[in-house]
């Protein structure tokens, strides 16, 4: 079988910034930090004491490209399966620990891959972490130090009136001190805000003055399409300077949309192989087909294809035989039929009712003739 080379690189040939120096830690198998790629995380959305509902979740985020789960933990029936979830779970999971310091404890003991804490509302969250850092060091538990502009420490909010970027940093770095009096630096921060504006600011300041792994999240972005915006405007300003090691797109829809929405931002950065990617035109008065229509159906047909494909569906003659050319597979329509072009040749002119039927067709052959190691994402 002949391999096809595809248009789409392997390895980008030109990073969108270099990566800020960090350490390293391990959440699991999963490297974070020290030069290793951004990874994307999400959060389960059922209630974690059922355990039945929380590993089906799982195993949805996992199919979707999820690499580590996160799971809540605010109550006791929580905690005690912990451990039967850590050990199912097909991704490393990590304990979301509010309020109750003796939960970490019970994280820590459960085997989670590692443990997020909010010293914003744990009660005398400092005063333990001697004991915390012990255990977590023991079992080998990195902790991530997550501040949140919704749950400061009110000492931070009395000092600069709310939650600014210098209040987000300060908590963190405040946390990461004590767990640095103990000798524990298997840490990683994040400082989330709902404003794109002000989250950057803030990871921008706290990238200067630490090198721990960064956890980029926009906090509460709001539903799917506001979201989306949200987080990629802020993902994409941070990214793009080497900002930033692991990812959550926080999204009022369900998890699996947030990996999505994550591999999408990460994948258009250059910071992950391309899988599928339709390359089509916004449509204007020159289309002379209904390009929105074969867009949205070409989409659906390839769907899951994992091969790192390029296809080009162009609606006239301006830009859509260059970018069909360039493309691995595209078409150029006009008056009712299209040209379909297939590594920059042009195979054959079909009528606009065959065109999308032709690209999946032609699609699944490329898919056939690609060799194992290009399919692999």
């Known amino acids: 079988m002949t391999a096809v080379p595809l248009g789409v690189p392997e390895v980008p040939a030109r990073p969108v910034a270099p990566r800020r120096v960090s350490r390293q830690i391990q ?45 809540a933990c605010p ?40 443990v997020r804490v909010n010293p914003g509302n744990i009660k005398k969250f400092d005063d333990q972490v001697k004991e915390i850092a012990r255990a977590a060091g023991d079992h080998g538990t990195p902790i991530r130090i997550g501040v949140n502009a919704g749950s400061l420490d009110r000492r931070l909010l009395q000092k600069y009136g709310k939650a600014t970027p210098e209040a987000l940093v300060e908590s963190a770095l405040w946390e990461a001190s004590l767990f640095e009096e103990h000798g524990f630096r298997d840490i990683k921060i994040s400082v989330k805000h709902n404003d794109p504006v002000v989250m950057i600011e803030a990871y921008r300041q706290l990238a200067e003055r630490c090198d721990y792994p960064l956890h980029l999240g926009v906090t509460e972005a709001g539903p799917a399409f506001q979201g989306t915006i949200k987080s990629a405007v802020a993902f994409g300003a941070l990214l793009s300077r080497g900002i930033g090691d692991t990812i959550r797109v926080s ?56 091969v790192p494909l390029r296809v080009a569906v162009m609606g006239c003659v301006v830009n859509g035989p260059g970018e069909a050319r360039e493309a691995d597979l595209g078409v150029a329509s006009g008056n009712g039929k299209g040209q379909i072009f297939v590594k920059g040749e042009v195979i054959k002119t079909v009528p606009e009712s065959k065109i999308v039927e032709t690209l999946i067709e032609e699609a699944m052959k490329l898919a056939e003739r690609t060799s194992p190691a290009e399919q692999v994402s």
């Open 27 to 71: 959440v699991g198998p999963v490297a974070v930090g020290g030069g290793a790629p951004v990874s994307v995380q999400s959060m389960t959305t059922t209630r974690t004491s059922d355990v039945g509902a929380t590993l089906q979740q799982i195993a949805e985020l996992t199919a979707s490209g999820c690499q580590i789960v996160r799971v």
């Open 251 to 306: 999204l009022s829809a369900p998890p699996a949309e947030e990996v999505k929405v994550g591999i999408q931002i990460l994948e258009s950065l250059g910071l992950r192989q391309r899988r599928l990617e339709i390359v089509s035109c916004p449509s204007c008065g020159r289309a002379q087909v209904d390009v929105y229509k074969l867009a949205e159906e070409v989409t659906a047909g390839l769907d899951g294809m994992e």
């Open 75 to 114: 109550t006791q029936d929580d905690a005690d399966v912990l451990a039967t979830i850590a050990r199912k779970s097909q991704i490393p999971v990590i304990a979301d620990i509010h309020f109750q310091p003796k939960y970490v404890f019970a994280a820590i003991e459960a085997g989670c891959a590692a």
